[in-house]
């Protein structure tokens, strides 16, 4: 079929507005998918050009020479240049670029193209595409450029546009060598200020110095270009974002930005001039909140576009701009442009939409294209009326296309949908959504379809949707594997048939109409793994017949297909299948996994197989697929053909008889996910197809030719007798689909929620009825068709049973009470006749399923739970490990009895290893140091002094030493003999030796202290158990004195005692504690055996007699006293008084005595015990209060340690920043090295470059002199050439000969172009163009009817061609004086460059020497720590000894009036005093203002004597005097003219004195330069001499350079020690002179320190 058959893109649709640009002044070009389409404004018909390769990138057009580029997508792609509208290819271009190209631009002025790389390379390129040639590039310089622009008036400035970033690529040129160069623009910062950088604030600016300040660049330890970046991202404020640009008439360039602003840059000065600012008070309100997203100029000013659906015409003048004129639009525009003539403007915005405005003719913008630019879900070839098209996008809009690709109609749907399917029978299409609802589209008004029906479902997308080819059914498939049947007819109201369901996951769907016996067959292809929706290797083939099925034995009553309408087949193949399609007795698929085509072959008899059975099929044919899937597979309508589409874009059409081989066509772009969806017309010779991600839809036409048009005409016989068997169904059913009514969007009615209580009340489940059940069998809202009609049946069967249930409840409601009967008379029978619960549950089955329901309950929360638990266990032991097990000194504090005050000890963890190495090395090494110190000043001590004098040098050492130690640490016994003094710190070896040491001394003063806090906390815990039994025997005493008083108990909180945190008592959880069941029975057998126990104990009657009469003791002891009580007489209870006996009154005598003796024993051993409890309470007291003081003097130390370790830890701060300053200015020296290096090379390269350019420059001026020289010989020869003609008409010719056209009188009046470009700059491209002018022009001149009369025509002739020849060379001459300036001006560049590369070597150098001087500065300028006592010192009376043997005694008053009358005198004195110094005040500024004044006089003096003086010219009295001044200053004119013309024939003479001097001078260069390159041949010879004797005077004046060294060092030395001396003898000068001046201040002025004020 590949031979003889070929596909044709008919037309193509969709807009990415990705890239758009002119071709020529009516036709405009933008990429839609895989190809470019072409629209013409005016006609609005649309070509399409497909690319050479798979996929089309980027896109740029020219209109002025009718050129356009595009690149292609795929690996090192090419870029291709077109020329239009003949399509043909002048060149293809392979650049470097590995990937894609982001960007293309085409130039007016010349064949140049510039294009922009994406990652990994980022290149700029500017090719010449005539050549195929590159003639620039810059690699690493597209990192984020979107847009390349190149300037109309100057192809060498090239403007590159990035994401946040603006640079114009000059390109510079010497003759055939070019290259580029950046000139970056600095926006302003989002505010609109120019501010560069922010300004680094420095900590040196209020702290004392503490080292030089580095760059970030040298702190984050970063090199190179990446220090650069980053730098520049930190400190630099947030800069504009640019959004568009647009060159103007004068080579500047207009730059609009997301944030509002609109800026104007002067690409060669790099200034930025802000020309709308949104933040300011002044700024257009209607441009505020506008971003500019596309910017064109035009002869009137400039077109802005921005967020809002508003297009403005803007008129600039300096800073000022004012709207001239607005347009308004549908929605907001991205992109505009003028066409190349200037007379249309073309707009375009994101959702597809093409506008234009002519002004020339109209004022108002026209839409010439709307197209939408969603994606393509799917699209759908029309079989009732052929002459339209359906598509549906994902924004939910259903889009009618006719035949020639117009958009007839648009209807959005306000859904998202997912299918699409068109009916054969009427006009109207089905589309699905992912709410689950079928659409129903009346598709016969073209112009306004509208949407009649729609049934619900699915819960889930409706993923499938399938007419029969009959147009009998419409069937549905879905991800939950129900398939359902609906009427296809409008007359049957599109009813829903039934239901089936599969097993497994659709996916996929196709039917086959079999009319000889009359079925309808379905193939669904079913995935057997739940959740795996991409393949599936079950087929499911269901049958149905094709005939009404509205009879009840068709479906069950919940709606379900019977199985004796529906039959239903399996099949099983060996690969899983991505796609099927169902042909006649046969089956298409493609396997995705083999990447093959299979046909499958159905067996012929499956009556006899059970639905459940599954076949296994075996492919027939496997053929090679496409190379990129996943595929799908689609029949056309005659079931010949076979098309597929993939993932790789490609559309391929097979022979099913021959599907080896196929014809293709690229439809859409493989990046952008390929093809879709793919439709067959109904005469199978037309294909639909829409992209994936490309918002793209292609029709194409099937050629077929040769041996296979005749499979065209059965394609087209089965189209005809489908017309005509469909015929009279369609004229039957299609007026009745027109006269439904227009469906009415609504949300159907929900089922109403039952209201469920939420509170905690407690009801008997005994009475609960059916109500229950049907709460939790609520439908949800809007249900789908099978819950309606589940829902329907339900209520059928309530209404048909409806008495029967009522019985029911009645027996069951009388069956509950007697239940509940009989368990109230159980509760009230004994024990041992008392049923179980359980025992009255008559459902013994609901009862099991509800135990097993809540075990699983309970097991599943049991596992949550304990996963949790194991999680929070998890952590804690986390935690533990890392904060509490590590440490080796737990953090604790101890509190005091009696107040708030509290200490804490230090936390500590162990050492590490490497800790302790580290301070093991470093004391072993200061051990070395300090032996060999010792040795050193032993040996220097006993050459030059005694040991006395050693002895008080060590002590005042000492002191010395203790006085700037820094920290209290040695005071306190803590410190390390192996310290440094702080004066010694010189290497960064010493000062991180001097941290580990310093730290170590941290570690003993915490070590230290915890041991004291530890023997303080034992204290405690021992003074608390003094006090708990002090406290017990206090409560003893209590209860025997019948007390009842609350005692002090203390205790150790938790974080005296922090390891209580870890363990949980009982007490603290709250909740009841569960047991399993084994706990509990052994609770139980713990219960029942301490039962046992004490009923085996028995009853003891002497033992319980003892407990009642004597608490249990035999004898009465000293604490019972107060409880013991007498008892009285028998008789005194039971007679009178005056009936007792005389024994009896003895008797009583003795009970009163008895009684009396132990009321005394009772109070004294009261009063006893009130003693003990009163010493025991202040034993209490004064124990705590002693332990009080003990933990204050513990505070007062740790005052003291916290000092020393702030101390300690404030030196290691400083020698830590010294550290990290020494290294980062080491971070800074090679950092200022590395970019020496690169700049020394890069002048290297420079100087090269420089040298050659000289080289060229040098030859190229040679060749122009020569050719200028034989311009002149022309002219010279020109009387020889005619020395056979008279003279005077050889000066007649010889006018003639320099007589030259004017070419400006050729040219097109250009008063009424409307493009503001009208010039462009001269250069060599553009001479053949000149000289064809002036070619042309000459033609005239040497016309016959031109030649002077009497002229021979042979002379005249020969006087022609000697012209012509002439004009060639002085056109050659001028061609030459261009290039020559050019690469002039270029190696001037060049030389700048140089200039400018050595300025900055010097810089970098400078910077280094600085750095090394600071450096050497930072290291010898030590910081030392200095202790200072803080605030005012006062003289302590503590050891002063009061002596008053020789005092008098006055009276306070006495003292009191004493000290007013001195206060009083002491203010008189001081106020006399006050007003003696403002009165001298006054007297020195009268003097002051006396000496002024005199100043004043003489000033105004000097000023007389000079206007006296002042000298007037004649001039300026006649000035003054005349007051006629237009004559004197016409006079004045005149003479100022003759004046100039005198100057400019003397500057004449002075510029042809000038030539001669300049010839002179070039002989004279000549002439050196001979001389020099005989110089340059001797140089080699003369540098060895003058090396060999460098050699020679090093090697002897080395040893006199030394010793004159070494003098000059002792004179130096000699010189410091006795300004040392001098300096010393000064300041003891100093000290003496102040001494006495403050003696004598004393001694002049009253000390008023003494007096004391009340």
Not at 62 to 84: C, D, H, R, W
Not at 356 to 379: G, P, W, Y
Not at 1197 to 1225: G, W
Not at 1344 to 1372: M, Y
Request: aromatic share 6%; charged share 30%.
């Amino acid at each position: 079929m590949d031979d003889s058959g070929s596909l044709e893109i008919r037309w193509i649709r969709g807009f990415r507005n990705k890239s758009v640009g002119f071709v020529d002044n009516k036709t405009v070009c933008y990429t839609c998918g895989s190809h470019i389409c072409f629209l013409n404004l005016e006609t609005k018909i649309r070509s399409v050009f497909q690319g050479p390769g798979r996929d089309i990138g980027a896109l740029t057009a020219n209109g002025n020479n009718g050129m356009f580029a595009f690149s292609e997508q795929k690996l090192s792609p090419s870029i291709f240049v077109y020329t239009f509208p003949d399509f043909q290819l002048k060149n293809e271009l392979k650049g470097t670029a590995q990937l894609d190209y982001t960007s293309l631009t085409l130039s007016d002025a010349g064949p140049y193209l510039g294009c922009c790389s994406s990652l990994p390379d980022h290149t700029i390129t500017v090719w010449n595409w005539e050549n195929a040639e590159p003639i620039c590039t810059q690699p690493q310089a597209g990192r984020d450029v979107i847009s390349l622009v190149f300037n109309p008036l100057n192809w060498q400035q090239l403007c590159a546009l990035g994401t946040a970033s603006l640079t114009v690529w000059n390109i510079e040129k010497s003759t055939s060598f070019h290259v580029l160069k950046p000139s970056v623009i600095e926006l302003p910062a989002t505010d609109g200020s120019f501010v560069e950088r922010l300004v680094h604030t420095s900590v040196s600016d209020k702290l004392p110095y503490f080292g030089p300040e580095m760059p970030p660049s040298a702190i984050s330890r970063l090199k190179g270009d990446k220090a650069e970046s980053v730098v520049a991202k930190l400190y630099t404020k947030a800069r504009l974002t640019p959004t568009a640009i647009c060159w103007t008439a004068t080579s500047e360039l207009y730059v609009g930005c997301a944030e509002g602003f609109l800026l104007l840059v002067e690409p060669e000065s790099l200034s930025v001039l802000v020309l709308f600012n949104p933040t300011t008070a002044d700024a257009i309100p209607e441009l505020r909140q506008s971003n500019f997203q596309g910017l064109t100029v035009n002869k009137n000013g400039l077109i802005a576009v921005g967020k809002g659906s508003v297009v403005h015409c803007l008129q600039i003048k300096g800073i000022q701009m004012d709207i001239t004129q607005k347009w308004q639009l549908e929605g907001p525009v991205t992109t505009v442009m003028y066409s190349p003539d200037y007379e249309t403007l073309l707009l375009s915005s994101k959702t597809g939409q093409i506008y234009m405005l002519n002004s020339t003719r109209s004022d108002k913008i026209v839409k010439v294209l709307d197209d939408l630019s969603s994606n393509f879900v799917t699209a759908a070839l029309s079989h009732a009326d052929k002459n339209i098209c359906v598509s549906v996008r994902d924004s939910g809009e259903l889009q009618l296309w006719s035949t020639d690709g117009l958009c007839l109609s648009n209807l959005s749907l306000q859904a998202e949908v997912t299918s699409l399917a068109c009916c054969p029978i009427a006009q109207y299409a089905a589309v699905g959504t992912t709410s689950g609802n079928v659409l129903f589209i009346d598709l016969n008004r073209e112009q306004q379809p509208r949407l009649v029906h729609q049934v619900h479902l699915y819960r889930t997308p409706v993923d499938h949707l399938v007419f029969d080819q009959d147009g009998q059914y419409l069937f549905t498939g879905a991800s939950d594997s129900h398939i359902y049947v609906l009427e296809a007819k409008p007359s049957k109201r599109f009813s829903v048939i039934g239901y089936t369901v599969v097993p497994g996951t659709i996916l996929s769907l196709s039917t086959q109409c079999i009319r000889q016996l009359k079925q309808v067959k379905v193939l669904a292809l079913c995935s057997e793994q739940e959740g795996k929706t991409h393949d599936g290797s079950l087929l499911t083939v269901l049958s149905l017949p094709a005939r009404d099925l509205a009879g009840s034995d068709c479906v069950d009553r919940h709606g379900c297909l019977t199985s004796h309408i529906l039959q239903v087949s399996r099949y099983k193949v060996p690969h899983p299948l991505k796609s099927c399609v169902l042909g006649v007795r046969e089956v298409f698929a493609y396997c995705h996994k083999k990447k093959t085509l299979q046909r499958f072959q159905l067996p012929q008899d499956t009556d006899d197989l059970s639905s459940q059975q599954v076949v296994q099929l075996e492919p027939e044919q496997e053929e090679k697929g496409h190379p990129l899937g996943p595929a799908s597979l689609l029949l056309s309508t005659h079931q010949l053909w076979l098309a597929s589409v993939g993932r790789d874009g490609l559309l391929r059409i097979r022979e099913t008889a021959s599907m080896e081989r196929y014809i293709e066509l690229q439809c859409h772009s493989c990046r952008l996910g390929g093809v879709r969806s793919v439709s067959f017309s109904a005469d199978s010779q037309t294909l639909l197809t829409a992209g994936f991600k490309d918002g793209s839809l292609v029709c194409t036409n099937l050629r077929i030719k040769g041996v296979g048009a005749g499979k065209v005409n059965k394609a087209t016989q089965y189209s005809q007798s489908m017309d005509h068997f469909l015929k009279n169904i369609f004229n039957t059913e299609n007026p009745i689909l027109i006269d439904w009514p227009e469906w009415v969007h609504g949300s159907p009615a929900g089922t109403e929620k039952p209201e469920v209580s939420g509170g905690a009340e407690i009801v008997d489940v005994t009475e609960q009825d059916e109500s229950y059940n049907n709460l939790l069998s609520a439908p949800p809202s809007h249900p789908t068709w099978l819950e309606s009609r589940r829902e329907a049946v339900l209520k059928e069967e309530n209404e048909q049973y409806s008495e029967t249930k009522k019985n029911l409840r009645k027996t069951i409601r009388e069956l509950r009470d007697t239940i509940q009967e009989m368990m109230r008379e159980n509760e009230n029978v004994p024990d041992i006749e008392r049923l179980e619960q359980h025992e009255f549950n008559l459902d013994f089955e609901e009862q099991r399923r509800l135990e097993t329901m809540v075990e699983q309950e309970v097991t599943r929360v049991k596992n949550e739970i304990k996963w949790e638990i194991l999680a929070q266990c998890y952590l804690r032991d986390v935690l533990k490990r890392e904060c509490w097990d590590s440490m080796k000194v737990k953090g604790k504090a101890i509190k005091a009895f009696h107040s708030e005050h509290e200490v804490k000890n230090y936390p500590l963890k162990e050492r590490t290893e490497k800790d302790m190495e580290d301070l093991r090395r470093v004391q072993n090494m200061r051990k070395l140091e300090k032996a060999a110190c010792t040795q050193s000043s032993l040996k220097k001590s006993s050459n030059t002094t005694s040991q006395k004098e050693v002895e008080q040098a060590e002590e005042g050492h000492e002191g010395q030493c203790a006085a700037v130690t820094g920290s209290f640490s040695a005071q306190l016994g803590y410190s390390n003999p192996y310290v440094y003094d702080q004066f010694s710190l010189q290497t960064t070896e010493q000062r991180i030796n001097q941290i580990i040491l310093l730290q170590d001394v941290i570690f003993r003063i915490k070590t230290a202290f915890n041991a004291d806090f530890e023997a303080t906390h034992r204290q405690k815990v021992q003074e608390l158990n003094h006090v708990r039994d002090r406290n017990r025997h206090i409560r003893e005493i209590m209860l025997e004195l019948d007390m009842n008083e609350k005692l002090w108990e203390p205790s150790l909180t938790n974080s005296e005692w922090p390891e209580r945190l870890l363990t949980v008592d009982d007490s603290e959880i709250k909740a009841e504690k569960y047991l399993t069941p084994e706990q509990k029975e052994e609770e139980e057998r713990k219960k029942l055996e301490e039962q046992r126990r004490l009923a085996a104990k028995g009853d003891n009657v002497r033992g319980r007699a003892l407990e009642d009469m004597m608490d249990g003791v035999l004898q009465v002891k000293k604490e019972d006293i107060l409880k013991m009580e007498i008892p009285p007489p028998e008789f005194v209870l039971t007679k009178p008084d005056m009936h007792w006996s005389e024994e009896e009154k003895k008797v009583y005598k003795e009970y009163e005595k008895k009684t009396k003796d132990l009321s005394e024993e009772k109070e004294k051993y009261k009063k006893s015990l009130e003693t003990e409890m009163k010493k025991l309470q202040a034993s209490t007291k004064d124990a705590t209060e002693r332990f009080d003081e003990t933990l204050t003097k513990l505070f007062e130390k740790k005052v003291k340690c916290e000092m020393a370790i702030y101390q300690e830890e404030l030196k290691i701060t400083y020698l830590v920043y010294s550290v990290l300053i020494e290294e980062e200015m080491r971070n800074r020296d090679l950092e200022l090295k590395l970019k020496l290096e690169k700049t020394l090379a890069y002048k290297d390269k420079v100087g090269e470059e420089l040298k050659i350019h000289e080289e060229e420059v040098e030859l190229f001026h040679e060749t122009y002199e020569s050719i200028v020289a034989e311009d002149k010989v022309l002219d010279k020869e020109f009387r020889k050439e005619f020395f056979d003609v008279p003279s005077h008409v050889v000066d007649q010719l010889y006018k003639l000969f320099k007589r030259r056209p004017r070419i400006q009188k050729i040219r097109t009046q250009t008063d009424n172009n409307p493009s503001p470009f009208k010039e462009q700059h001269l250069c060599g491209s553009l001479a053949p163009v000149t000289l064809g002018k002036m070619l042309k022009a000459m033609e005239e001149l040497d016309a016959p009817e031109n030649t002077p009369e009497g002229l021979n025509p042979a002379i005249w002739e020969r006087f022609c061609v000697v012209r012509r020849t002439k004009v060639e060379s002085e056109q050659k001459v001028k061609l030459k004086a261009l290039t020559l300036a050019e690469m002039q001006a270029f190696l001037q560049k060049r030389r700048d460059e140089d200039k400018a590369v050595q300025e900055e070597i010097k810089n970098l150098s400078d910077e280094l020497e600085s750095l090394h001087k600071e450096k050497n500065r930072f290291l010898t300028d030590i910081m030392v720590q200095v202790l200072l006592k803080q605030g005012q010192v006062e003289v302590s009376t503590a050891h002063l000894t009061a002596d008053y043997t020789d005092s008098v005694l006055h009276h306070r008053n006495v003292v009191e009036d004493l000290n007013r009358a001195i206060r009083t005198l002491a203010e008189q004195k001081i106020a006399s005093m006050v007003e003696c110094k403002d009165f001298r005040k006054g007297i020195i500024q009268l003097q002051w203002e006396h000496k002024m004044m005199g100043m004043h006089i003489e000033d105004l003096n000097s000023r007389a004597r000079d206007i006296q003086m002042l000298r007037l010219s004649e001039d300026q009295q006649e000035y003054l005097n005349k007051t006629d001044r237009d004559s004197r200053v016409s006079k004045q004119v005149s003479i100022l003219e003759k004046t100039i013309a005198f100057q400019e024939k003397t500057h004449e003479r002075s510029v042809q004195h000038r030539i001669k001097k300049i010839e002179q001078l070039n002989r004279q260069a000549a002439i050196k330069a001979g001389k020099n390159s005989v110089v340059e041949q001797q140089l080699p010879e003369m540098q060895v001499t003058v090396a060999e004797r460098r050699h020679i005077y090093e090697a002897i004046a080395s040893e006199e350079h030394q010793a004159a060294k070494t003098e000059e060092r002792y004179q130096e030395i000699v010189q410091r020690k006795n300004l040392e001396d001098f300096a010393r003898a000064q300041a003891e000068n100093l000290a003496f002179l102040w001494a006495e001046v403050e003696r004598l201040r004393m001694k002049n002025f009253p000390s008023l320190d003494q007096l004391t004020h009340n």
